[in-house]
């Protein structure tokens, strides 16, 4: 029961105490235009070079804006505790560590989702983006997998924000290789073998194909096999992320690496 | 039975330097600190900046590992028993960092009483004794950002309470607050004491140590010099007289010569933002004033005053000591 409102109420808590764009004035020209315009400028770049159509490009970027929220939020989430000092009384609490740093994840995932959802409706009012009333559910489901998987990447990343005392760098970083790594604007077929290989390593690369093919109006049991793989990277993430995060919280006991207080 | 102990504990950190070649040195923060506090004690831990005070208390709060000797909370090893001394402490900050500043006080402590594992069904009503305990009520809706120091430091305070632990730990509460919230912090503390917890506060304000607490131990380097109750410490120094000056441009060579006074104990010489406080120990019945003065080359010279000794002349004998040998 415990576990569960720190997982809940504690992810909330520390949503609105560590994230930095939740001010409205902040949250709309960051989580919500700047992934607008992303979407425009590379549709429009397709249309001009005729490389694809809309479509490729509006659910490529779409699915990959979840990372906006998904590793900033829980880059924030996490590295922050080192920035404000406050990580010393958490860890100074017996509270179940999975609770505690999984239940980070719940908002920025709804975050993602939010973005995903807003940038799909203005692709539809601004592009030639159409999408069939029927695929939406298996859409969601992948929206929704994808998303769980880049924050489990994003605790990843948070976890050595914490440790390497920066948060800007490693989110913005990693934001900009998705961009070209994932797939959402250059096919994964098309990169160096070594570039195409860290590819199918990243959250979002499989979630993207099987939206894309959800989109053209394939079944959900015809893209399972990608979400399936989606789901494994985000559960490797998971370990990873809270792996390194129990290995820093030991490494800190022994050598004082993380607390400052 | 002792509700806190420390065995031997010790503590080195590696640190690096340079670039192209890297040279790793150890410095030992504490070294060989052994205590024990028995139940309902408010036990002082005082020392100068960086004499090992919070290193020892971190290490009791389970956050250091120590590099060797033991510690014990209730009975449980902070090494290797974490959960069970987690649960059973509250660890109070200094300062006024290490709280979520854009959440309010109500929400900061939401969210710690849910890591404290506080029922739900208790927590809304331990909330607000935390808050009327502090004297938080009515302010606690305010975001932290906008808190003054005294008022986070009693957030900090409330924070450390909220599972009404048996054993607090408070590092330098009263740094850096202003004295009216300095003695409403004190006020605070010896409640706590007087409800029965077990303290081990850390601090480097002499009349702190000596209003609040029963006993005291003086760590300087990293080792624990002396320790008993105030009253004790203070005897070591009964046979004295403490000139105490205030002064301008007193030079390091002046004080040097203070020392070689045949009677003289030690000489301190504090920085202040209005000058310096020259204090002077030397035996009981030696009248050394004049001597002192002119010593004192071309320094300014205000107040002058002879005084029985306090505890923190007998901080300063004990450090002084220790620091020589």
Known sequence: MNSARVFFRGGLLAYKALFNFKQTAVYIPTMLISPAFQILFFAYLGRYSGLADDNFFVVGNAIQATAIGCIYGMVLLLGNERQFDTFSAVIATSTRRGALYFGRAVLPIANGIVVTTFVLCTSVLLLDFRMPATALPAFGIVVLVSAVSCAMFGLTLGALALRLKDIWIISNLSYTLMLLLCGANVRPAVLPGWLHAISSCLPLTHGIEAARKVADGAALSQVAGLIGIEALIGGVYALLGYALLRLFEAGDRRGATLITV | ?325
Do not use: W
């Not at chain 2, 209730?74 to 959960?83: F, I, Q």
């Not at chain 2, 004790?232 to 004295?240: F, P, S």
């Not at chain 2, 009981?284 to 300014?300: F, P, V």
């Open chain 2, 1 to 325: 039975m002792s509700v806190i102990e420390a065995d031997g504990l010790r503590r080195s950190y590696r640190t690096s330097t340079g670039v192209l070649r890297r040279r790793t040195h150890e410095i030992e923060a504490v070294r060989g600190v052994s205590f024990t506090i028995d139940k309902g004690e408010l036990f002082g831990l005082l020392g100068p900046n960086g004499a090992g005070k919070t290193t020892t208390i971190k290490m009791l709060t389970t956050l250091l590992l120590p590099t060797a000797g033991t510690g014990r909370v209730l009975g449980y090893d902070v090494a290797t028993e974490t959960a069970r001394v987690r649960a059973s402490i509250g660890y109070v900050f200094g300062g006024d960092r290490g709280l979520y500043e854009r959440l309010n006080a109500l929400d900061n402590l939401r969210y710690f009483a849910d890591l404290y594992a506080v029922e739900p069904r208790i927590q809304r009503k331990r909330i607000a004794e935390v808050l009327d305990i502090v004297g938080l009520s009515g302010r606690e809706r305010e975001r932290v950002e906008g808190y003054s120091r005294g008022m986070r430091q009693r957030l900090h305070i409330a924070r450390g309470l909220l599972h009404d632990p048996p054993v607090i730990f408070l590092d330098e509460p009263t740094i850096g607050v202003d004295p009216v919230g300095s003695r409403e912090l004190r006020t605070t503390i010896a409640a706590l004491s007087a409800a029965g917890k077990t303290i081990l506060l850390t601090t480097h304000y002499m009349f702190e140590a000596d209003a609040l607490c029963d006993r005291v131990g003086i760590i300087a380097k990293g080792q624990l010099l002396a320790q008993g109750s105030p009253a004790e410490l203070k005897a070591r120094v009964a046979d004295r007289t403490v000139v105490e000056i205030e002064a301008h441009a007193v030079t390091a060579d002046a004080v040097e010569k203070l020392r070689r006074i045949p009677g003289v104990v030690a000489v301190t010489l504090d920085e202040r933002d209005d000058g310096q406080l020259l204090r002077v120990q030397s035996a009981s019945g030696l009248e050394l004033t004049q001597t002192i003065l002119a010593r004192l080359g071309d320094a300014r010279v205000g107040r002058i005053a002879t005084r029985e000794p306090t505890l923190e002349d007998a901080y300063v004998d004990v450090v002084t000591q220790g620091t020589r040998s």
